[in-house]
C-alpha cells in the first residue's frame, strides 16, 4: 500500500522531526540522522503528545522503539494512521526478524550557520571573561572608576569584532566559491519573483532567492557542497565589506589592547585614573 503524499512531517520538541521518505522513516534529531525501513517497523503508536516507532524483533526479544515527544497531536495521529495502513504491504517485511539491522544512523553535518552561531558566542563569552577580568584587576589595582569605563568599551569593542569578523567571513566564503567554485546561470521560476533555479553536477533542482529583478542571475556554488552558493556582487561592495570589516575587527582589538595597557599602568603606577584632569 502506498504512502499518501499529503502525510505530515511530525516535529517535536529538541528540534526533531519525523517524516516519511523513499520507503523509509526518516527521524531527524539535533545531532544525528536515523533513517527507519518500513520494511523494520513493527508499528508506530500515537500516545498524546508522543509518537514511538516500535521496530519488529524476534519472538519473546524486547522490541527497539524510538520516540519523538512534544509532538502535535492531530500530526502524530495522523501519521501513525497512514504508516500502520501501508506496513501490511511493505516488500521483504518480517514482523519477526530483528528490525534494528535495518536502521541506519549517522551524524548530521554542522551547518554553516551553526556553526558560525557558535564561533559568535565563544567570542561573547570570551569578550565577557576578559573583560570582567580586566575590571577585576584595575580595582584591585586601586582604580575602581575604571571599571565603569571598561565596561562600555569592552562591550563596544566585542559588538565590533563580531560584526567586522561575520563580514570577513562573508567576503572570505564569496571570494572561494568566485575563485574555486562552479559559476553558471539561475533561472527565474515563472511566476514566482524572486525564486531562481540552478542544476548542479549531480542533476539536482536548487534554490536561491534574491530580488534581482531579472529573468537570470549568476551564482557560485561549491562543487563539493552545491547548497553553499553566493550571488556574487559587484567588486566595489565585495572590497567595501572586506574594508569595514578588517577596520571593525583592528579597532575592536586595539580597544582591548589599550584596556590591558591601562590595567598594566595602573598597576606600575603610571596612570592614575581617579586623578582630576
Not at 536548487?206 to 559587484?234: C, E, I, M
Request: hydrophobic share 50%; charged share 15%; proline share 6%.
Amino acid at each position: 500500500m502506498p504512502i499518501n503524499p499529503s502525510i505530515p512531517v511530525v516535529q517535536g520538541s529538541g528540534k526533531s522531526t519525523l517524516q516519511y521518505e523513499s520507503e523509509a522513516l526518516l527521524l531527524t534529531r539535533r545531532h544525528d540522522e536515523v533513517r527507519i525501513p518500513l520494511a523494520a517497523i513493527a508499528q508506530l503508536r500515537a500516545e498524546g503528545r508522543s509518537l514511538t516507532v516500535e521496530l519488529t524483533a524476534p519472538a519473546g526479544a524486547t522490541s527497539y522503539t524510538h520516540r519523538i515527544d512534544g509532538v502535535s497531536e492531530a500530526s502524530a495521529t495522523m501519521f501513525a494512521a497512514t504508516v500502520n495502513a501501508a506496513l501490511p504491504g511493505t516488500a521483504g517485511r518480517d514482523t519477526t526478524a530483528d528490525g534494528t539491522a535495518l536502521v541506519e544512523t549517522r551524524d548530521r553535518p554542522v551547518s554553516r550557520g551553526r556553526r558560525k552561531r557558535r564561533l559568535v558566542m565563544w567570542w561573547l563569552a570570551a569578550a565577557v571573561a576578559v573583560v570582567v577580568l580586566l575590571c577585576v584587576l584595575i580595582a584591585v589595582a586601586g582604580q575602581p572608576v575604571g571599571i565603569v569605563l571598561f565596561i562600555p568599551m569592552g562591550f563596544v569593542a566585542a559588538a565590533g569584532v563580531v560584526v567586522g569578523g561575520s563580514g570577513l567571513a562573508s567576503w572570505h566564503r564569496e571570494w572561494r566559491l568566485m575563485r574555486h567554485g562552479i559559476t553558471t546561470f539561475a533561472a527565474e521560476v515563472p511566476g514566482r519573483p524572486g525564486q531562481y533555479l540552478y542544476v548542479d553536477p549531480a542533476g539536482a533542482i536548487r534554490h536561491v532567492f534574491t530580488w534581482a529583478g531579472r529573468v537570470g542571475v549568476k551564482v557560485s556554488y561549491d562543487p563539493q557542497d552545491p547548497g553553499n552558493v553566493v550571488l556574487p556582487r559587484a567588486a566595489l561592495l565585495r572590497r567595501g565589506e572586506f574594508c569595514f570589516g578588517l577596520a571593525s575587527v583592528v579597532i575592536g582589538l586595539s580597544v582591548y589592547a589599550a584596556m590591558i595597557a591601562m590595567v598594566v599602568q595602573t598597576f606600575t603606577g603610571s596612570l592614575d585614573l581617579s586623578a582630576p584632569a
